[in-house]
């Protein structure tokens, strides 16, 4: 079964600063997907970024990027140029699509990001 | 074109009520899927539903739990003789129809908080 794991509950970054979320997950698959979650106090859930597995290139999103370890099973972001309101919950989730087409998203616990004004 | 559709934003139950969460995918989304998300968790994959066919009900609760996404009309998550531990956020996400290039994303709702007194 795939698992993932975020091992940073809570995290502060200085605004204008850089930081690194990190992320690993455990999977015998080859091809899947991995995302980035945002869920601000509105609860809403949004697409930061997302990285296909076949694809050696880091995803990037304006000041939002991944640095993706395939061997190494390991996908963190980094926030450049913090601003307060990328303050929110981050949940880092895997997906695999399966040839009947029946998928999920496994998410992680959620790192907790609060950019310090 | 709305997003995701899910009503209540709050549900407030007695232990024994039944609850029932509503979904409106986005307009051409097929398919459904409801999480769940206990307070300081990630959020947990329940069922995936299409018109009239549930895929996958492999994270449903095998009592007291059920889902539909009819022809016509929001999929429902059903959960009968609520007790305490069913206090949690409710998401749900469509999509379109997926190929196996999975050029498409999941958008989620704001999610149902259902809270059992």
């Known amino acids: 079964a795939q698992t993932v794991t975020q091992s940073q509950p809570e995290m502060s970054v200085q605004e204008a600063e850089t930081v690194t979320l990190s992320c690993t997950y455990d999977?015998?698959?080859?091809?899947?997907?991995l995302f980035w979650y945002k869920q601000p106090p509105s609860r809403q859930m949004i697409l930061v970024i997302r990285?296909?597995?076949?694809?050696?290139q880091n995803a990037t999103e304006n000041r939002f990027s991944v640095n993706f370890q395939k061997a190494a099973k390991s996908f963190s972001l980094k926030i450049s140029d913090s601003q307060l309101g990328d303050t929110a919950m981050y949940f880092c989730a895997f997906m695999k699509l399966s040839t009947s087409g029946t998928y999920k998203y496994i998410f992680g616990t959620g790192t907790r990001l609060k950019v310090l004004a | 074109n709305a997003g995701v559709m899910q009503n209540p934003r709050h549900l407030v139950r007695r232990r024994g009520q039944e609850a029932r969460l509503r979904c409106s995918p986005m307009?051409?989304?097929?398919?459904v899927y409801w999480y769940r998300q206990l307070p300081e968790e990630g959020l947990k994959f329940m069922v995936y539903?299409?018109?009239?066919?549930?895929?996958?009900e492999s994270g449903m609760p095998k009592e007291r739990f059920s889902a539909e996404f009819p022809k016509e009309g929001p999929s429902i998550l059903r959960i009968q003789q609520v007790v305490r531990g069913d206090s949690a956020a409710y998401f749900c996400?469509?999509?379109?129809?997926?190929?196996?290039?999975?050029?498409?994303?999941?958008?989620f709702g704001q999610g149902t908080r259902l809270t059992v007194v």
């Open positions: 999977t015998s698959e080859n091809n899947y997907y």
């Open positions: 307009k051409g989304h097929s398919h």
């Open positions: 990285q296909e597995a076949y694809k050696q």
């Open positions: 539903l299409q018109k009239e066919n549930i895929i996958d």
């Open positions: 996400a469509s999509s379109p129809v997926q190929d196996l290039n999975w050029n498409t994303e999941a958008f």
